[in-house]
């Protein structure tokens, strides 16, 4: 999932930031956020397909206070992504509800009055189903999980453990190279110890010889792996947050 946050106030960027990134971690959706400051950023970023939701401030000029009459407003970037690009998710970060009726216009999923609540952000996801409509399902040795939620995994036994979510480890009949090719249509995985597969998304650190995914758990970086794991980890958070503009 691809997440973009247009909005040009440094303190309710944060909070709205801090709001996504929390129902991303909960939702374990494995999802990329970007962020922009201005619509000149954004509009050079955007091209139709790229974002699933994006949330737009409606008066991206405000940050000064004075209102800038010829700059583009969040409706005006709104008609423009509506031009080529038809099934994008649009919400309004907005400080007025006279806004509502406008956001209709462009088939906006809903609105977000300022400061953005995580309550509100999340009930209004859940009522589109963002939560829950993102699994891509991986079918091996007779099991099926979502990628998206798989943290790691190891070889155990002639066996592989599927450490998905915070639920009991899985254990398949196949083998690593099997669940790779499985994986292999996303740069999101990586082997960083004979034996060992993670999911670099739910990485939080990196110790001398381990990954720390969620929970605290390390995962075993080997000396011959840990250059190659640390440039794929780097690789995949420079992609995930490009257009991070704060």
């Given amino acids: 999932m691809h997440i973009a946050i247009v909005e040009d106030t440094p303190g309710d960027y944060q909070i709205l930031r801090a709001c996504v990134d929390r129902y991303v971690r909960a939702h374990e959706l494995g999802a990329r956020v970007d962020g922009f400051q201005s619509a ?17 401030d ?37 400080s007025s509800r006279d806004f509502a009726v406008e956001s209709y216009e462009v088939q906006a999923s809903g609105y977000l009055m300022k400061p953005v609540q995580y309550d509100d952000l999340a009930l209004a996801l859940d009522r589109l189903g963002i939560g829950a409509s993102k699994e891509r ?35 398949v009949r196949a083998t690593l190279t099997q669940l790779e090719e499985a994986l292999a ?4 995985f990586c082997s960083p110890a004979r034996g060992y597969l993670v999911n670099l ?4 650190s990196v110790q001398d010889d381990s990954l ?18 640390l440039e794929a980890w780097g690789e995949w958070v420079s992609q995930r947050d490009e257009g991070e503009a704060w």
Avoid at 63 to 70: P, Q
Avoid at 154 to 162: A, G, I, Q, S, Y
């Fill in 40 to 56: 000149a950023s954004f509009i050079a970023s955007f091209r139709a397909g790229r974002y699933d939701l994006v949330f737009l």
């Fill in 58 to 94: 409606c008066y991206l000029d405000e940050a000064g206070l004075v209102r800038d009459e010829a700059a583009p407003t969040g409706l005006d970037i709104a008609r423009r992504i509506r031009t080529t690009d038809e099934s994008v998710r649009i919400f309004f970060i907005t």
């Fill in 137 to 171: 399902t991986v079918e091996i040795g007779g099991e099926s999980f979502d990628a998206n939620r798989l943290r790691w995994a190891r070889v155990v036994n002639h066996t592989v453990e599927l450490h998905v979510g915070k639920a009991e480890p899985i254990h």
């Fill in 185 to 188: 249509d996303t740069h999101q």
């Fill in 201 to 204: 998304d739910t990485v939080e």
């Fill in 212 to 229: 720390v995914v969620r929970d605290d758990v390390p995962v075993p970086i080997s000396r011959r792996n840990f250059q190659a794991t």
